[in-house]
């Protein structure tokens, strides 16, 4: 995945928390090729440079809101090429609806207080540039909690539960393997359990996956 | 008898010796002579037959005489009268005044030049309107102006204005009401004046041995009465001057209630203001600071294998940030709740203020302010946030923050040498203040020319708890 070096262009308001993450990137090896503080800046630096991915903040200058949000539906519809990984103070289900909508491929969505756990953010980041997604645990566990589909959950064992919470996070079998410590076919055999039982046909792994699951968590 | 029991009742009603002892100075025209009223009443009471009278209880016919003509030396009494007799006077004066007046400026109307006399018209009713009300202070009537509509450009304003109208409507009441009201005030003084002086019934009595003494009787009896009518009337004519032209306390009252209720407004916008801002120096400040700290620990976490150099640095890194959060959370946590305030008083807190700024402020707090609770935090609030837009906006190389006392009110100025320019309707921060400032019924006024010098004075009263609409 890392033949190439990833152009990353990182947009947040707090200098702080941008100093940091440039350097975590740069340190990484990445490449920051601008690192921005508003949502306009962010625009005009994707223009400029093409980058492979951004890394934005939700709130932004002026009015505090949803600003990076709204910037990065917004690149997403002008250059679908670029990757957008959306950081959030707190999350809510209704902006990662919102960027979640459409494609997910290249989207990721996650608290700010990933980027603490270093690894697990690098690899989503990766993911994301990559064509995948990462959908925060918190956000998917609030669409679990309010899904309608409870009686059909309920129907999962625990494992084949923490299966569909990580698919649905954006991990491929690989990772969900390395994250539960299992061996990869135990995983598969994990997840056609899931798919039969809640009656998802599935084609293959990858982001389209993650839009299946949430899609079918989300239904009425 | 008389004189005697003059000072015995000077004592018991507390009046001062001189002014009793002697007869009102300012006595109205009708009442005789004191010297005189008392010979009549003693020849009435007790003097004139004593064989008939053989047997009563002397002392106890004595207290009910004192009783009955204390009021006789309550000069209070004898104010009422001349205030009586006074409006009696000018009632029909200001009124015919004003009716001559009034036909002057309509008959003018129709020349135009009346248009321009409408204003001085009801400048004149006023007038008239206040010297009423001057008089009734007399009789102790303190009766505060209603208030009157401006009167604008060419006084036109006024014709349309219910208030001034209300002013002449009392002007026509009074000039009937007045005389009448003297008349019943001082019906009892003329009864015993017509009966001691008038020669003609007095003579055609005295052949009547009978009808005299009745006639004496009912002197007598007047005489006591006289200073009670004179100030009940008086009291009366006050009271019906007040409702025409003191205060309406129901307006006074709805004025208030509006008052409050858009001060409570501002409050509550200020707290929303001051919420989201806490909220937002929490989220941005605090927290981002936090995964920052995170983010190098987490990175030196990964390098102290690799490159034990740098994950030092990064620990570095993340031990200063920790400093500047602490800092943070503390300038947050005071803008909360002083607890230095409660601990140690305004002097103490207000130091604490000013002692991690980038520039010399100097504090004075009055040693003896005497303030309560809430005042005592709205000050320290008022402070605190001009001692911040200071060091955020100014870009003063000095400041000062004063607080005296005076009379009733504290008095907060903080003073800052900086650019000056100060926008009193933009920014959270002024409104946050004057919200502040308004809930103590205090006042602020801001002085801040573009380049300066910025001064923000607060006023408020130093005791604010429940106070009389």
């Known amino acids: 995945m890392s033949e190439r070096t990833l152009r990353v262009v990182v947009a947040d308001d707090s200098v702080l928390l941008r100093d940091g993450i440039v350097r975590l990137l740069n340190d990484s090896g990445f490449e920051v090729v601008a690192a921005v503080g508003d949502a306009d800046a962010l625009l005009d630096a994707v223009t400029e440079h093409e980058p492979d991915l951004c890394v934005v903040d939700v709130r932004m200058p002026p009015t505090h809101t949803d600003e990076g949000l709204r910037a990065a539906i917004e690149i997403r519809r002008r250059t679908p090429t670029v990757a957008v990984l959306v950081l959030s103070q707190y999350v809510e289900e209704r902006y990662a609806a919102e960027l979640l909508e459409g494609d997910v491929a290249g989207v990721g969505y996650l608290l700010k207080d990933r980027v603490i756990d270093v690894d697990d953010f690098l690899s989503s980041l990766r993911r994301v540039a990559g064509g995948g997604s990462a959908v925060d645990a918190e956000v998917v566990s609030q669409i679990l909690g309010r899904s309608k589909r409870g009686s059909e959950l309920d129907r999962l064992t625990p494992r084949e539960r923490e299966v569909l919470n990580l698919m649905a996070e954006g991990l491929s079998n690989a990772g969900i393997a390395e994250r539960l410590v299992v061996s990869h076919g135990a995983v598969e055999k994990h997840i056609s359990n899931v798919f039969m039982k809640l009656g998802l046909d599935i084609e293959d792994g990858g982001h389209r996956r993650v839009l299946a699951v949430l899609t079918y968590l989300r239904a009425e | ?469």
């Open chain 2, 1 to 469: 008898m008389t004189s005697g029991s003059s000072t015995s009742s000077d004592a018991t009603r507390g009046h001062t010796g001189g002014v009793s002892e002697l007869p009102p100075p300012n006595s109205p025209p009708a009442p005789p002579p004191p010297g005189a009223s008392r010979a009549g009443s003693s020849d009435a009471s007790s003097g004139s037959s004593p064989g008939l009278f053989d047997g009563w209880d002397w002392d106890r016919v004595r207290a009910v005489a004192e009783q009955w003509y204390r009021p006789l030396l309550d000069v209070d009494a004898w104010k009422a009268l001349g205030y009586l007799a006074l409006g009696a006077l000018t009632g029909p004066v200001f009124f015919a005044l004003m009716m001559g007046a009034g036909a002057v400026v309509f008959g003018l109307v129709f020349v135009a030049v009346g248009l321009l006399l409408i204003g001085p018209f009801f400048g004149l009713v006023a007038v008239f309107a206040r010297a009423e009300r001057a008089m009734a202070r007399w009789v102790g009537f303190d009766i505060p102006p209603r208030p009157v509509g401006a009167a604008g450009r060419l006084g036109w304003r006024t014709i349309t204005d219910p208030e001034r109208w209300r002013q002449v409507g009392f002007l026509a009441v009074n000039t009937l009401l007045a005389p009448v009201l003297f008349g019943f005030g001082s019906f009892a003084h003329s009864l015993v004046v017509q009966v001691v002086f008038g020669d003609g019934q007095a003579g055609g009595f005295l052949t009547v041995p009978i009808s005299t003494l009745l006639a004496l009787a009912l002197a007598a009896v007047a005489l006591g009465a006289a200073p009670r009518l004179a100030l009940f009337f008086a009291q009366l004519k006050a009271r019906i001057t007040a409702w025409f032209l003191g205060p309406d306390e129901l307006a006074i009252a709805r004025q208030r209630v509006s008052t409050l209720s858009s001060q409570r407004e501002d409050i509550l916008d200020a707290v929303a203001a001051e919420r989201r801002r806490i909220e937002r120096n929490l989220h941005d400040g605090v927290q981002q600071q936090l995964v920052a700290i995170g983010l190098d620990l987490g990175m030196a976490e990964q390098q102290i294998e690799r490159d034990p150099e740098r994950a030092r640095e990064l620990l570095g890194l993340a031990r200063e940030k920790v400093q500047g959060s602490i800092g943070e959370l503390r300038q947050l946590g005071r803008g909360l709740h002083p607890a230095i305030l409660e601990d140690r008083g305004l002097d103490a807190a207000l130091s604490a203020v000013v002692s991690g700024a980038s520039i010399p402020i100097a504090v004075h707090v009055d040693p003896d302010l005497d303030l309560s609770t809430d005042v005592a935090e709205t000050v320290y609030f008022v402070a605190n946030e001009a001692v911040a837009n200071v060091l955020k906006h100014a870009a003063a190389r000095t400041a000062s923050v004063n607080v005296s006392r005076n009379a009733a009110n504290v008095r907060v100025v903080v003073h800052d040498d900086g650019e000056g320019g100060v926008d009193a309707t933009k920014g959270t921060g002024i409104a946050g203040i004057r919200a502040r400032v308004h809930a103590v019924d205090g006042s602020l006024t801001i002085s801040s020319p573009t380049g300066g010098p910025t001064t923000l004075v607060a006023e408020l009263p130093r005791q604010h708890g429940d106070r009389d609409v």
